[in-house]
């Protein structure tokens, strides 16, 4: 028999296409999906604790539909979806969803846009909340 450069048809394997991940460093604390185990979001990224402290002390530390939440100056393999008003504790603002670009989960949202002169600090940030999340290299 004739030996064929292409493999029969029965033979070739369809393969479904990943999303490009981004890692971080090994050197540093990361934060990363519960579900899926992709990077989130390097430690020095997270607000300030002494942030975190004052929210709570105004009686406004961040809440997400499934219990606490950090707020990041940015993130990684995640993607967004599209913005929306929506009133939360601290008033009116237009946020995105977003969820993770590796299994798709819901993860927290995006703040676009503050309505109120007091929360313009939010913008372009990132909430994830804990319930998505687990630590990752080098906790202690």
């Known amino acids: 028999p004739e030996l064929s450069e292409e493999p029969p048809a029965e033979m070739v394997k369809m393969t479904k296409s990943k999303t490009f991940q981004a890692y971080l460093p090994n050197c540093h ?12 979001a390097n430690h020095d990224e997270l607000i300030s604790k002494a942030m975190q402290f004052l929210f709570f002390f105004l009686m406004q530390s961040f809440q997400g539909s499934q219990g ?3 707020l990041f100056n940015s993130v990684v ?5 599209p913005a929306e008003e929506r009133v939360l504790l601290t ?7 977003i969820y ?17 002169s007091s929360q313009k600090y939010k913008e372009g940030k990132f909430i994830i909340e804990l319930a998505h999340m687990i630590k990752d290299n080098g906790w202690e």
């Open 100 to 116: 993770c670009e590796n299994c798709k989960t819901t993860l927290g949202w995006k703040y676009e846009h503050a309505f109120e």
């Open 77 to 81: 393999n995640v993607g967004c979806g």
């Open 29 to 40: 604390r990361t934060y990363s999906c519960i579900h899926c185990r992709a990077h989130l």
């Open 91 to 97: 008033g009116l603002h237009a946020v995105a969803d």
């Open 68 to 70: 606490r939440a950090y």
